[in-house]
């Protein structure tokens, strides 16, 4: 069974969080860490944020629920759209 485990550890760099997941290959684990920053660049905010502003453009406030709420990408993004 393929476990990924993320967790936020006071002694790495602001913003980077451990990936580990356990089992990844043929019994193989795989260890890294991700920042803030490469996220960001990974992730297709814009195609996610975009196809929902054009949907509903009446729409005076948009609830973001989960973790990805709280991404100051998203937050600027949803700005931006009703300024």
Same mark, same amino acid.
């Given at each position: 069974?393929?476990?990924?485990?993320?967790?936020?550890?006071?002694?790495?760099?602001?913003?980077t969080v451990?990936?580990?997941?356990?089992? !990844?290959?043929?019994?193989?684990? =795989?260890?890294?860490?991700?920042?803030?920053?490469?996220?960001?660049?990974?992730?297709?905010?814009?195609?996610?944020?975009?196809?929902? =502003?054009?949907?509903?453009?009446?729409?005076?406030?948009?609830?973001?629920?989960?973790?990805?709420?709280?991404?100051?990408k998203v937050?600027? !993004?949803?700005? !931006?759209y009703w300024?």
């Amino acid at each position: 069974m393929t476990q990924m485990i993320m967790t936020h550890n006071d002694n790495v760099q602001k913003d980077t969080v451990a990936v580990q997941i356990e089992s !990844l290959f043929e019994g193989m684990d =795989f260890q890294t860490s991700i920042n803030r920053g490469r996220v960001e660049a990974l992730a297709p905010y814009k195609q996610v944020t975009d196809p929902i =502003f054009s949907k509903y453009p009446e729409a005076d406030r948009i609830i973001v629920v989960g973790g990805g709420g709280k991404s100051p990408k998203v937050q600027v !993004l949803t700005l !931006l759209y009703w300024c």
